[in-house]
C-alpha cells in the first residue's frame, strides 16, 4: 500500500538465575505488548535450572536461545567464560538486526567485566548503556539513583541514533 514498512526493534535480554527472570519478566511482557514496534529476544545462560525454570513457565517466558552453560564443579569464572563465548554469535545476529547498544555501566560488574564489556561495544559499534537497577528510594535499594558513572557521551550517543537533539 505505498508506505515504506516498518520493522520492530528487537531487543535482547539475556537471564539466567531466577532473581533476573522475575525483574525482567515484567519488562519482556510489556515490550511484547507492542509487537509492532518491539520483538523480544529472550537468552538464558540457564544457571540454577531447577530454579529459574519454575518461574520461566510462572511467567510464561519464550526462550529464544538456551546458552546451557553449567557444568559440574565449575567455578564462577568459567560459567563467566562460557556465558560471554556463546553470546557471541547472538550478538553478531543483533547487530545485523540493527542493535543499537548494550548495558555496560551497571553497579554489580567487576572492573574487568566491564572492560570486556566495553571493547565488545567498541569492536561492534554499539553505544555503551548504563543501569541502575533503581525501583525507589525505600532503603532497600541494590543501586541508588544517580550511583552508576555513565559519560554523558551515551546520553549524546543514544539522542543522535534517535535522531534528536539533546535536551
Known sequence: MGGASHMPKKVLTIFGT???????????H???????TFQTVNVTSGQHRD????FV????????????????NQTPNAVCARVLTSLDPILDEMCAAGLTG???YYHGYAGDLADYLKSVCQDRSLIP?????????????EAGLGR?????????RLYAAAGKPMP
Open 51 to 54: 530454579l529459574l525454570d519454575p
Open 129 to 141: 548503556c548504563g543501569g541502575s537497577d533503581f525501583h525507589g528510594i525505600d532503603g532497600k535499594t
Open 18 to 28: 531466577r532473581p533476573e527472570a522475575i525483574k525482567l519478566a515484567p519488562v519482556i
Open 102 to 104: 548494550m548495558e555496560v
Open 30 to 36: 510489556e515490550l511484547e505488548t507492542q509487537p509492532a
Open 57 to 72: 513457565r510462572l511467567f510464561n517466558l519464550r526462550i529464544d536461545h538456551d546458552l546451557k552453560v553449567m557444568q559440574p
Open 148 to 156: 552508576i558513572d555513565v559519560p554523558m557521551t551515551t546520553a549524546e
